[in-house]
């Protein structure tokens, strides 16, 4: 089961981890040119998370999908710019447009009045999605460049937010996976054991 959250900036390693798991052409699409593994620390180590909102697509402990809302100019600009990344095995089912829905609605919250993507000609998959919140697509120097004006916060967009962040707070819970009981008693046995701490798996 996909969990779609938010991320804060202690899970920068599972940002970085989802980048690292990208394929070369699908690395290509989201930073419009070609990024090695050296390359995706940079870019994670200098994030900015103070003027960066992430969303997230979680399969169990793993990041898969992220869609990335970066504040750009001076505040009063009230402009981002967004960015989507999906692994190859979940990609073509819709994730990418449930991520960017997700955060149009991070953006319409915090009052953002435009949003905009760059991406290569050749990602129709993001165009496409960006067809379906009625953003205007033009061509910039050899780029396309997409932008989507969302709309107006409102006390109901507001209550939508944060009850999809309940929703997520409880499927995570719900999806981790239950500790394996022992069989035997624990007065039973010889000595206690020390629980080892919970590494995170290698990319």
Not at 31 to 43: I, M
Not at 62 to 81: F, I, Q, Y
Not at 149 to 156: E, F, K
Request: charge should be positive.
């Amino acid at each position: 089961m996909l969990v779609i959250r938010k991320l804060s900036a202690c899970e920068a390693g599972d940002l970085r981890d989802h980048l690292r798991r990208l394929s070369a052409a699908d690395r290509r699409l989201r930073f419009g040119h070609g990024v090695k593994a050296a390359g995706v620390e940079r870019y994670v180590d200098a994030r900015d998370w103070a003027r960066t909102w992430t969303v997230g697509a979680f399969d169990g402990p793993h990041l898969r999908g992220v869609v990335e809302l970066h504040r750009c100019g001076p505040w009063w600009a009230m402009t981002a710019e967004l960015s989507v990344s999906v692994e190859g095995r979940y990609q073509n089912q819709g994730l990418g447009t449930r991520l960017v829905a997700q955060a149009l609605l991070v953006a319409r919250n915090r009052g953002f009045r435009t949003v905009y993507l760059l991406c290569l000609p050749e990602n129709r998959p993001i165009q496409r999605i960006v067809r379906k919140f009625a953003g205007e697509i033009t061509a910039v120097e050899g780029d396309i460049e997409a932008r989507i004006h969302p709309m107006r916060a409102t006390p109901l967009s507001v209550m939508a937010e944060a009850f999809g962040d309940g929703c997520s707070l409880l499927q995570g819970l719900w999806s981790q996976e239950p500790e394996v009981a022992n069989d035997r008693p624990a007065q039973h046995r010889a000595e206690p054991t020390k629980a080892s701490p919970r590494l995170r798996p290698a990319a």
